[in-house]
């Protein structure tokens, strides 16, 4: 049975949504009649081609703006496009990334930059220029997709927990600051999801730590999650549309592991 969580006519950002977990979110918030806008990077005549299906399929509006995460001046002109096209923005989803995995000591400087880039800082000028639309409404919802590496490391991706944690200290501390001004802040940690960064990643640990692709799934990826099994896209779209929805309203400032048991053992 469909949950309606009374969220037709809003309007939703997601960043990093032409693909994987940022376009699952994106197709679950249009279902419940969100009007979205994609971002990110891919080939052109595919986006079009889901913004089409997505926005044949649910009947929301759904436009596409090509903001680079490593410019904030193209950050902010997403946010303006949205408010400006919409009318409004009630839900931002801080969800672009990208990964390079690498000891420290061999860890290319500009990898460094642009996952910091990517990840932390887009979340930040994003943030920046969603709360004070989000304040004149009277509400507001921001959702960053941060990981279980935001609350645990593993080798060989220093950078990528480093930004991480940092998405989810800058999710509590928002959340302190904008507790009484009807916007809440929160964090979504997943464990491994069969993306296709995932699958990269497979590749390159396999490439880093010696080892088949396989016995990197089994040994290394899946070993840290007690079930043993990918988390699904509707794991964290079922999370997702709590949190936006009025039944998570008194959730503010946390950090939700949606991660098979990973970060509980």
Same mark, same amino acid.
């Given at each position: 049975?469909?949950?309606?969580?009374?969220?037709?006519?809003? =309007?939703?950002?997601?960043?990093?949504?032409?693909?994987?977990?940022?376009?699952?979110?994106?197709?679950?918030?249009?279902?419940?009649?969100?009007?979205? @806008?994609?971002?990110?990077?891919?080939?052109?005549?595919?986006?079009? *081609?889901?913004?089409?299906?997505?926005?044949?399929?649910?009947?929301?509006? @759904?436009?596409?703006?090509?903001?680079?995460?490593?410019?904030?001046?193209?950050? &902010?002109?997403?946010?303006?496009?949205?408010?400006?096209?919409?009318?409004?923005?009630?839900?931002?989803?801080?969800?672009?990334?990208?990964?390079?995995? *690498?000891?420290?000591?061999?860890?290319?400087?500009?990898?460094?930059?642009?996952?910091?880039?990517?990840?932390?800082?887009?979340?930040?000028?994003?943030? !920046?220029?969603?709360?004070?639309?989000? !304040?004149?409404?009277?509400?507001?919802?921001?959702?960053?997709?941060?990981?279980?590496?935001?609350?645990?490391?593993?080798?060989? $991706?220093?950078?990528?927990?480093?930004? $991480?944690?940092?998405?989810?200290?800058?999710?509590?501390?928002?959340? @302190?600051?904008?507790?009484?001004?009807?916007?809440?802040?929160?964090?979504?940690?997943?464990?491994? @999801?069969?993306?296709?960064?995932?699958?990269?990643?497979?590749?390159?640990?396999?490439?880093? &730590?010696?080892?088949?692709?396989?016995?990197? =799934?089994?040994?290394?990826?899946?070993?840290?999650?007690?079930?043993?099994?990918?988390?699904?896209?509707?794991?964290?779209?079922?999370?997702?549309?709590?949190? =936006?929805?009025?039944?998570?309203?008194?959730?503010?400032?946390? *950090?939700?592991?949606?991660?098979?048991?990973?970060?509980?053992?």
């Amino acid at each position: 049975m469909a949950v309606d969580y009374h969220l037709e006519g809003h =309007v939703a950002v997601i960043t990093g949504s032409t693909s994987g977990i940022g376009q699952a979110l994106a197709t679950a918030l249009a279902e419940q009649g969100v009007n979205v @806008v994609l971002n990110g990077f891919g080939d052109p005549a595919k986006i079009e *081609a889901d913004r089409q299906a997505i926005q044949q399929k649910t009947n929301a509006r @759904v436009l596409y703006h090509a903001a680079d995460m490593t410019k904030p001046e193209e950050i &902010r002109d997403l946010v303006a496009y949205a408010h400006r096209e919409l009318g409004r923005l009630d839900i931002l989803v801080n969800n672009a990334g990208i990964q390079h995995v *690498a000891a420290v000591d061999d860890y290319p400087e500009d990898k460094w930059d642009a996952l910091i880039a990517v990840i932390l800082s887009s979340t930040f000028h994003a943030s !920046k220029a969603a709360i004070p639309i989000m !304040k004149a409404q009277g509400r507001g919802r921001i959702v960053n997709i941060a990981s279980a590496h935001g609350l645990v490391a593993s080798a060989f $991706k220093a950078p990528y927990c480093a930004a $991480k944690f940092g998405v989810v200290g800058f999710t509590k501390s928002c959340a @302190v600051e904008l507790a009484r001004t009807g916007i809440t802040v929160n964090a979504i940690c997943p464990g491994y @999801v069969k993306t296709p960064l995932i699958e990269g990643q497979i590749v390159d640990q396999a490439k880093t &730590r010696g080892i088949t692709p396989e016995r990197v =799934v089994e040994d290394v990826i899946l070993a840290a999650q007690p079930t043993k099994t990918f988390v699904e896209y509707q794991n964290l779209a079922g999370m997702l549309l709590y949190l =936006v929805s009025d039944m998570g309203s008194a959730a503010t400032g946390a *950090a939700l592991s949606v991660d098979g048991g990973w970060t509980a053992t």
